[in-house]
């Protein structure tokens, strides 16, 4: 239990690299940062094919990343490119607007990040026969609220985006379905269904 915790931390350690995202957008803009985005985008996009398509870079690849990559993301698409793609696709639903951009990506990089420890460590109480745990749910709920509220949301939006963000972690990856995708997407779409501010 202990080597499975360490290795989630190390994986969502990894996961903050989502930050860069946000980082870049303060940095550069809104809609600059969407041009490099998508710049980057087609880079993992390229790279992540050829790993899938050429042994040797896919080899090379998963040596490197030993440990951080899980095994269902050998034969898919990896976290990279769905925290990619769902930070462009949060930055694009939120038109730019920063306090929702950034309670997104949150959502992904600190909310999904203390769902899967809590989960890990704490984790009791089973959801629907899966390996997600109600603590790990509470507990991602609880950042990505505060994530929200930090950022500017006002409390009824903030806690309709951490909700948003904890259903599409607590949805089962599929080779279609990834939740570095979906968590900052369906919180970009709530906060601009019912307002961020």
Known sequence: MKGELLREFGRKAFHQLSLVYLGAFYYFGWPRVGFLLAAWFVVVLVVETARLKIPVIERALVGFFDGLIRETERRHFSGIFHTTAGSLAAMLIAGGDPVIVAAAILQLALADSASALVGKAFGR???????????????????????????????????AAALAGSLAELLPTTPWFNDNLWIPVASAVTLRLVGAR
């Open 125 to 159: 109480t089973k959801l629907f026969g899966g390996a997600k745990s109600l603590e790990g749910s509470l507990g991602g709920l609880a950042v990505g609220f505060a994530a929200a509220l930090a950022c500017g949301v006002r409390p009824g939006a903030a806690f």
